[in-house]
């Protein structure tokens, strides 16, 4: 019965819109940041589908309405980056900068360690693109051989543990400055770490979202090179 009620489409987009909003409330009544609502509705989909022994697969043709709306999404993320023009004219350079450094360190430092511990080289391309939005991601293992499905697991959990992590650590730090505290969240944890950042204003979040598409570009473009060198030796 529920695996049939998970093919409809109707229903999937109550269930997860049910969900996300019970996990909205939990994390506004507790303030606590690993129940935030993304990591936890995931969780909460998650016992769902293996309880009623649903495989993805089926999950997915029942929530084709929501990856349609994930285009739209993506694009309103263009109305905040305009209210937010000035910033980005302003800091633009900086911005790149920033963001560079933050796609080079992220692929060398993940590549290293793999390397240094041994992993083939079917496991560094796999993790290479760790810190890409999911869909760049996806595409940029499957371009250089590595697992696109564990990509995809790797990428959720460095976004769910970096946008959980991410306010309290720059807090720590005395990172004050808006552009600065966007910027991280963006380029550290995607998707959820705009998210994070949006919380902590319109600055912030419009400086996240911009920080996703220019990793997605550097990343793309550096791991390229870095495969190269990695060839070398």
């Known amino acids: 019965m529920m695996h049939a009620l998970l093919n409809n489409e109707l229903f999937v987009l109550t269930l997860v819109i049910g969900t996300y909003l019970m996990s909205l409330w ?16 995931i969780g909460v989909l998650i016992l769902i589908l293996t309880f009623t022994h649903t495989d993805y697969s089926t999950f997915t043709k029942g929530s084709r309405m929501i990856d349609f709306m994930l285009g739209p999404a993506v694009v309103a993320l263009g109305l905040i980056l305009y209210e937010q023009y000035e910033h980005v004219k302003k800091n633009f350079v900086p911005i790149l900068i920033t963001v560079f450094t933050g ?9 290293g360690i793999a390397w240094l511990f041994g992993a083939d080289k079917v496991i560094i391309e796999t993790l ?32 769910v543990f970096g946008g959980i992590i991410g306010p ?21 944890a995607h998707g ?32 390229p090179i870095v495969n190269f060198v990695i060839d070398l030796f």
């Open 26 to 41: 939990i994390y506004r009544k507790t303030g606590l940041a690993f129940l935030h609502p993304v990591p936890l509705c």
């Open 103 to 111: 796609a080079l360190s992220g692929i060398i430092s993940v590549g």
């Open 128 to 159: 290479l693109p760790k810190s890409v939005t999911t869909p760049i991601a996806i595409g940029i293992s499957q371009r250089f051989g590595g697992l696109p499905g564990l990509t995809a697991v790797i990428v959720v959990l460095v976004g």
């Open 168 to 188: 309290y650590i720059l807090r720590k730090l005395k990172v004050t400055s808006s552009v600065a505290r966007g910027l991280a969240m963006g380029s550290g």
């Open 192 to 223: 959820l770490g705009m998210t994070r950042a949006l919380e902590l204003g319109a600055v912030e979040g419009a400086l996240g979202g911009l920080a996703i598409v220019l990793m997605g570009l550097m990343t793309a473009i550096l791991i």
